[in-house]
């Protein structure tokens, strides 16, 4: 409310979906007056499609900010969305690897994220891994725009998933501190 947030547009997976914890953020935000439109249909590994209509529903439902909630993929989805509201060339002419970052000159709307994974650290990074519909190669999407202004953590938002998704995000982390550790 203290930034004049609407409605905003919450990005998420078909699982986290349907889960009470994220009936309760939109009801909340609800009473609130803030009604928000809810975006879950990606692919496990997000593609350029779903960016493109997750763009589209933002601009459709006059929406005025990105919430991504969930894991990586909803992470990277929200991101990209963002970034594809107010730039309006082929999503992947912003490809970090071609020097796409500079490109990335206009404003994104106001962005905030709240993980229910652990591990990946999506919820603070500043870019998105998005795949071609076609020939499945993926694109880094990349700028310092894209860096949440506000990121809620709540370890207890990973109580509520299905237990097989905490034990492969926790496989996940593990993996990660492994790697970094060696």
Same mark, same amino acid.
């Given at each position: ?5 609407t ?6 997976d ?50 005025d ?6 894991g ?17 060339e082929d ?8 020097g ?19 591990g ?5 990074g500043?870019s998105? /891994? ?34 097989? /998704? ?17």
């Amino acid at each position: 409310k203290a930034n004049n947030i609407t409605k905003p547009l919450l990005v998420t997976d078909s699982v986290v979906v349907d889960l009470n914890f994220f009936k309760k953020i939109k009801n909340d935000l609800s009473a609130k007056n803030i009604y928000a439109e809810a975006f879950f249909e990606m692919h496990k590994n997000p593609v350029k499609s779903d960016v493109l209509q997750g763009a589209d529903i933002f601009k459709k439902t006059n929406c005025d900010c990105v919430i991504g909630i969930g894991g990586g993929v909803a992470m990277d989805v929200a991101r990209a969305i963002a970034l594809k509201v107010n730039h309006h060339e082929d999503l992947f002419y912003y490809d970090d690897l071609i020097g796409g970052e500079k490109y990335v000159t206009g404003p994104v709307p106001y962005f905030i994220t709240v993980p229910t994974t652990s591990g990946t650290g999506s919820e603070v990074g500043r870019s998105a /891994i998005i795949a071609d519909d076609v020939i499945h190669q993926k694109k880094i999407l990349f700028s310092p725009k894209l860096l949440a202004k506000i990121c809620f953590c709540d370890p207890a938002l990973t109580m509520d998933l299905p237990p097989f /998704i905490t034990a492969a995000t926790g496989m996940d982390a593990l993996t990660h501190n492994l790697e970094a550790f060696l």
